[in-house]
């Protein structure tokens, strides 16, 4: 079984994954999304971008976050939430910020 071969079986048990191939020592050649097994984006430009979509996925698809993850997804959430009230003014969070973040609270 190829390096290959194997990485692809490990990430089909995956319920949730972000991935990342390369080369022992290059760039990354492919960065993609696994949701319940299966590769659902690829070709993605970061790790932080990745995370993004992969969040947009959660919340589009209502999915639920796995157990194992719950801390980290609420923590990005956190940070992410965070620092777009920061980047706006008051009236704007109030206006367009404040219903997403009431959605937020409801859906937990």
């Known amino acids: 079984?190829?390096?290959?071969?194997?990485?692809?079986?490990?990430?089909?048990?995956?319920t949730i994954a972000v991935f990342v191939i390369r080369d022992a020592q290059a760039a990354p050649k492919d960065i993609g999304i696994i949701l319940e097994?299966?590769?659902?984006?690829?070709?993605?430009?970061?790790?932080?971008?990745?995370?993004?979509?992969?969040l947009g996925f959660l919340y589009a698809l209502n999915l639920e976050y796995p157990k194992t993850l719950k801390f980290t997804f609420q923590?990005?959430?956190?940070?992410?939430?965070?620092?777009?009230?920061?980047?706006?003014?008051?009236?704007?969070?109030?206006?367009?910020l404040a219903p997403f973040s009431q959605r937020q609270a409801m859906a937990h």
């Open 1 to 14: 079984v190829s390096e290959k071969e194997e990485a692809e079986e490990l990430l089909q048990q995956e």
């Open 37 to 54: 097994g299966q590769e659902v984006v690829n070709k993605l430009v970061s790790v932080a971008n990745a995370v993004a979509i992969l």
């Open 75 to 96: 923590y990005i959430q956190k940070v992410f939430m965070s620092s777009i009230r920061k980047a706006f003014p008051p009236s704007v969070h109030q206006d367009h």
